[in-house]
């Protein structure tokens, strides 16, 4: 039986974390998908978050013999963006303006500070790994680390039914605020219309 290592992301892993959120957004994500982005063009935007995640000693990973096999990509919710130096490809685009409304909607109002809101920003496995618990394990991680370093929430971006299921079943996080694909429209093109999903569900788990 194959043994498996969780522990937080560190720079001896940031080249195979990299190969791993590529190939597990890029061709089985339903929003990345729909943009028809080359991997080369996708690579750029997910080395700096990683890079990032590095950084702030937040994220888990899963793997075997330094082969990354499955992430929880974190952060703090109202920490430091991406450098400005970071170029992002356009086709990025219908995805962030779409996160970014769900969270400027859900912090509308509300007094959130640094250090109280922890981010899942991107969960999860290689294809021939999945249904094997793995998200479930870096997802309790995320949170025991959450708890341990005194956020009072954490929320998310949950993109398909799958994770939505997961989330709030098996966690206890509640839908707060949810966005359809079909309706939603970047410019004048509705680019996630026929992915096959619903609707992209902010989340949130309080801790206290």
Not at 15 to 42: H, I, N, R, W
Not at 123 to 152: C, M, P, V, W
């Amino acid at each position: 039986m194959e043994r498996l290592e969780y522990h937080l992301l560190t720079k001896p892993y940031l080249d195979s974390t990299v190969d791993c959120v590529t190939k597990v957004f890029l061709y089985d994500e339903p929003m990345t998908q729909a943009l028809g982005m080359s991997e080369a063009e996708f690579q750029t935007f997910v080395r700096a978050i990683c890079e990032k995640a590095v950084n702030d000693k937040s994220s888990y990973i899963c793997g075997n013999n330094k082969r990354v096999i499955g992430f929880a990509l974190n952060e703090d919710l109202v920490g430091e963006p991406l450098p400005e130096s970071v170029e992002i490809t356009p086709k990025m685009s219908p995805i962030l303006n779409l996160l970014g409304k769900l969270d400027k909607t859900y912090l509308k109002g509300k007094r959130i500070s640094k250090g109280t809101a922890f981010h899942l920003f991107m969960i999860g496995s290689l294809r021939e790994y999945r249904n094997k618990g793995i998200a479930k394990k870096l997802t309790d991680r995320s949170l025991a680390l959450a708890r341990r370093q005194g956020f009072d929430r954490v929320i998310t971006e949950a993109t398909n039914r799958k994770s939505q299921r997961l989330l709030g079943e098996y966690f206890g996080f509640r839908d707060r605020i949810s966005q359809s694909y079909k309706y939603y429209r970047f410019g004048n093109k509705t680019p996630f219309s026929n992915i096959g999903e619903e609707s992209c569900i902010l989340m949130e788990l309080k801790l206290r």
